[in-house]
């Protein structure tokens, strides 16, 4: 076989390669999840939260290996575990296959693509929004704005590290974008409890966001 030959049978590998890695490159690493623990912010924990993603990744045939739940956490006299530090380095796309950021610095400075439209659950369904009914558009980050945890003071940002179900608040964003105040995805206002009923309250249903990590 000549060597051109060869070059060329090369070529076509090196290319169809390329193609295949791109398109796996798209499956699904970001969805909101579809449903809550059902004990409002008591996801058991960030270790249940995690589960939660996993479990519905999977049910949804994702065969990342490692989901992380986009959750931070608080410590006494330190700051906690912040959710942009537990998520990998991306891309990370819908499951449309609609790209959401390609690292953690374009999804917290500069990213307009988190809309109801791309935040979609893992079953590629849209989340409900303002307008909609129930209004779902309170997304659990116990997050500030730039995807860090809070620094300690007298609030309560996580409902007890998501395990409370009763009394306690938790950062929430807003998916779709809108709502008063500020419409960030990540940090828009703390929830009027951390029961189910409170979370309905002001338009949520414990759902939160999933990152591929790996």
């Not at 995690?50 to 065969?63: I, P, R, V, W």
Request: glycine content about 14%.
């Amino acid at each position: 076989m000549s060597i051109r030959r060869l070059a060329a049978i090369a070529a076509t590998g090196v290319f169809l390669y390329a193609v295949g890695a791109a398109a796996q490159d798209t499956d699904m690493s970001f969805f909101i999840t579809s449903e809550g623990s059902g004990k409002g912010a008591d996801l058991g924990g960030i270790e249940g939260a995690d589960a939660h993603c996993q479990k519905l990744a999977e049910a949804a045939g994702s065969t990342k290996g490692q989901w992380r739940a986009y959750l931070s956490t608080e410590e006494d006299g330190k700051r906690g575990i912040s959710a942009r530090d537990r998520i990998g380095n991306g891309p990370w796309y819908n499951a449309k296959g609609v790209l959401i950021a390609e690292n953690i610095t374009e999804l917290h400075l500069y990213n307009k693509t988190i809309t109801k439209e791309t935040a979609l659950d893992e079953n590629g369904n849209l989340v409900n929004g303002r307008g909609d009914s129930p209004n779902r558009h309170d997304i659990l980050t116990g997050s500030q704005d730039d995807g860090t945890a809070y620094f300690p003071d007298d609030a309560d940002h996580t409902c007890s590290n998501w395990t409370s179900s009763d009394e306690g608040s938790a950062q929430v964003g807003h998916h779709d974008r809108h709502g008063g105040g500020n419409l960030s995805w990540a940090s828009a206002h703390p929830s009027r409890g951390c029961s189910a009923d409170g979370l309905a309250a002001s338009g949520g249903a414990g759902l939160f966001y999933c990152f591929a990590a790996d």
